[in-house]
């Protein structure tokens, strides 16, 4: 039933007293609602474009009560829709939003219509009940998107919240990629020490070979390169690690993955068990066969299923795709590792071969740091790639859950 022009002036009052509108304004727009046969509210807010927050707040202050805003995700209990007509909530406007304890939350146009009290009653025979003032337009989204669908797998919601898990799992895979650009960004500089190193090992070599020793001033200038060289890529290392943004530890990267998965376990409706008979070694593997194992089971009927299946599948996918870029990036820390194992243990070595080829001189400074440096980035490279020796194959069984 739509509002009288007086029953507008009065539920809307407020806004005149608040000064968002004249008091023309508002008489103008329930005579325009009335003559259209629509709700004041949409003339207030798709004609003179007053936010639905400032109408909520409006009818607030008349009713003396709580509002409530549509939301799609708003987890609304089951048991409160179960066996509810939808046309009993229609006629009056009204909608069981929350359960708080033992009180049943109703969102309603008009909280005070006796009649709309008497119908939640009669509704709801037990139970306590309050009751918030709502726009007519959400308490028609409430009735839409809820009961059309399976109490049990509401649909409004559902589909909304697979898409938040969506995005929160994007959002970690790009966090990923980022990591992985640090990893190549290190290797590259990886790439610039040895190039220092090399030029060195050149200088040092024809240095003490005693040849052309009026050319002594281009080798030293070959070396204070390479030094230079060195520096510079030792700087942007340690630039990557003690930045904000610095890669995480793999225990960190596999428990984010984790978390980003959560949604597992409240939205997928079936699972197989194990069919290989093993269980995962570690907790990423376990996480693999999660995925692997779930499947999504829907009945068919007349309230979108087949989109709200489609999106259970997205979200399948976009776990093992979450998965598999958790793997990539604990893999090339592990190769930036190897990569830091295999620059030290040239540095070390060169270093060591020219104190034995070359004897006991004030350049042995230069060697000894060549060698300090060598064995620091072993060790690092150890800590880099030493917890990626529990990852194995078990990965590869994302790439065959469908």
């Known amino acids: 039933m739509i509002m009288s022009v007086a029953e507008s002036m009065e539920n809307f009052q407020a806004l005149v007293d608040w000064g968002t509108i004249t008091a023309g304004q508002l008489r103008s727009s329930g005579e325009a609602a009335q003559a259209m046969d629509v709700e004041v509210e949409e003339i207030l807010r798709y004609g003179l474009g007053i936010p639905r927050r400032k109408l909520l707040e409006a009818l607030a202050s008349h009713y003396r009560c709580e509002w409530v805003e549509y939301d799609e995700r708003l987890p609304v209990p089951p048991e409160l829709l179960t066996g509810l007509d939808p046309e009993r909530p229609c006629s009056n406007l009204w909608f069981p939003v929350a359960l708080d304890d033992d009180t049943v939350v109703i969102a309603a146009r008009n909280p005070c219509d006796p009649l709309m009290i008497e119908e939640v009653a009669d509704c709801f ?12 337009e959400d308490i028609s989204y409430f009735i839409e998107d ?7 797998h509401l649909i409004g919601n559902e589909r909304t919240a697979l898409a938040l898990w969506r995005n929160t799992m994007a959002r970690w895979r790009t966090k990923l990629a980022s990591y992985r650009t640090d990893f190549a960004r290190v290797r590259t500089q990886l790439s610039l020490l040895r190039g220092g190193l090399t030029m060195m090992i050149i200088g040092r070599t024809l240095l003490r070979s005693g040849k052309a020793i009026h050319l002594a001033p281009i080798y030293w200038t070959m070396i204070a390169v390479g030094l230079l060289l060195i520096f510079l ?16 530890r793999h225990e960190t990267l596999v428990e984010v993955t984790a978390a980003s998965l959560y949604f597992l376990e409240n939205y997928q409706f079936a699972e197989r068990g194990n069919t290989s008979g093993e269980d995962g070694k570690t907790m990423l593997a376990r996480l693999s066969d999660m995925v692997h194992c779930t499947v999504v089971i829907i009945e068919p009927s007349r309230d979108n299923k087949p989109r709200s299946q489609l999106a259970h599948e997205r979200d399948l996918f976009a776990a093992q795709r979450t998965i598999a870029a958790c793997y990539r ?20 070595s060169v270093g060591v071969g020219l104190i034995t080829y070359f004897g006991v001189s004030m350049l042995n400074i230069v060697d000894a740091f060549i060698i300090l440096a060598g064995l620091l980035m072993v060790v690092d490279g150890i800590f880099w790639s030493w917890p990626v020796r529990k990852e194995n194959y078990e990965a590869s069984k994302c790439a065959v859950s469908f």
Do not use: Q
């Open 146 to 152: 809820f009961l059309n669908s399976d109490p049990t």
């Open 125 to 136: 025979k037990a139970g306590k009940f309050r009751f918030h003032v709502a726009l007519a």
């Open 233 to 248: 890529g030792l700087l942007s290392y340690h630039r990557v690690k003690k930045s904000i943004f610095r890669p995480p």
């Open 329 to 348: 990036t604990i893999y090339s820390r592990a190769r930036t590792g190897l990569s830091f194992i295999r620059t030290g243990v040239s540095f070390a």
